[in-house]
């Protein structure tokens, strides 16, 4: 039976093959990961990799961007879960973290408020809903009023079935009593070809890439999904001016694994502010139809959380699978 002294050494001789994790004079000591569950070329993949140009300046190391898809974001999520806390493997998270567990219940992580620890928000973006010419409504109300006058005859388009788009526009239709048929495409894009042609009746677009169709006259904006009115569209009023409780917007932030030592997340949460309050930066996504948020990784942590406990009722009601 070992004794003292065995128990001992043994304790000693695994504190030495495990690393202890990094102090924040010596972070980051090798390049630093961001994982992003998304396919190269889109929103979140073009955000993410201008800051991570300004997070590898303030840290002092090469701020690697890997697109890990599949799995609705949770193969990047359950990744950046697992690794070691030491900062050098980071989550660019989304709506989807709050989705995905209600969405599908089996999916990891299935507790994210457990799993990551928020270093802060990096920015979030609206949709517009843009409806075809032919649609007889002109304002968000008469919208909703045609759609319960005739329910699902009125067609709507998503970028996926469980997407934030998707569950916005049910979101909508529930708070107003009113039905409509769902199209999902996968993507943006396919939506808004069909959109263009006449084929759905309308689609949350993100306002940068809806801009072209209105100016073609194919497309007319009712309303914006952020909580108020956007600089950029002054006339478009917020959903929530004419149903409450309907606002909502495509996020993305910063996330490290839980465990992750304190000083590790002010150094990142540190960068992180100091990337986003960058003027340069701030002046090339000044046309993305993006608002740069400050870093604040308590405001994240809310977020996630209230969009946890906003996402499950509208999934059951709608009876939405994943697609």
Same mark, same amino acid.
């Given at each position: ?38 396919? @190269? ?19 002092? #190391? ?46 990891? @992580? ?69 039905q409509m048929t769902h199209i999902p495409f996968r993507g943006a894009g396919p939506a808004l070809l069909e959109l263009r042609t006449g084929r759905i009746d309308l689609f949350? %677009?993100?306002?940068?890439?809806? !801009? ?8 007319r904006l009712l309303a914006i999904s952020s909580p108020g009115r956007i600089p950029s569209l002054p006339e478009l009023p917020s959903v929530a001016e004419s149903f409450e ?12 694994? %839980? ?7 002010? !150094? ?19 046309? #993305? ?19 946890m406990a906003l996402w499950p009722p509208v999934i059951r009601e709608a009876g939405i699978t994943p697609g």
């Amino acid at each position: 039976m070992p004794n003292r002294r065995h128990v001992l050494a043994g304790a000693a001789a695994l504190a030495l093959a495990r690393p202890a994790l990094p102090r924040a004079e010596t972070y980051p000591s090798r390049p630093v990961s961001l994982l992003i569950g998304y396919a @190269p070329g889109g929103l979140t993949d073009v955000m993410v990799r201008l800051v991570a140009e300004r997070l590898q300046q303030e840290l002092g #190391q090469p701020v690697v961007v890997e697109n890990r898809t599949g799995a609705a974001t949770a193969i990047a999520a359950t990744a950046v879960a697992q690794a070691r806390p030491d900062g050098h493997t980071l989550l660019v998270g989304t709506n989807s973290l709050a989705i995905n567990p209600a969405l599908t219940p089996g999916a990891t @992580p299935a507790d994210p408020l457990a799993a990551f620890a928020p270093i802060g928000e990096v920015y979030y973006s609206p949709f517009a809903l843009a409806v075809r010419p032919e649609v007889p409504a002109r304002d968000l109300a008469g919208l909703m009023a045609l759609a319960r006058e005739k329910p699902g005859h009125l067609n709507y388009g998503s970028s996926g079935s469980g997407s934030v788009n998707h569950l916005l526009t049910e979101l909508l239709l529930q708070r107003a009593g009113a039905q409509m048929t769902h199209i999902p495409f996968r993507g943006a894009g396919p939506a808004l070809l069909e959109l263009r042609t006449g084929r759905i009746d309308l689609f949350y %677009a993100t306002p940068l890439d809806v !801009r072209p169709l209105v100016q073609e006259g194919k497309a007319r904006l009712l309303a914006i999904s952020s909580p108020g009115r956007i600089p950029s569209l002054p006339e478009l009023p917020s959903v929530a001016e004419s149903f409450e409780g309907c606002a909502g917007v495509l996020w993305q932030g910063l996330f490290a694994p %839980a465990g992750t030592p304190p000083p590790v997340l002010e !150094r990142l949460h540190g960068a992180l502010r100091a990337a986003l309050a960058d003027p340069a930066l701030r002046a090339r996504v000044e046309n #993305q139809g993006v608002v740069l948020m400050d870093g604040d990784a308590a405001a994240l942590r809310q977020r996630l959380a209230a969009e946890m406990a906003l996402w499950p009722p509208v999934i059951r009601e709608a009876g939405i699978t994943p697609g």
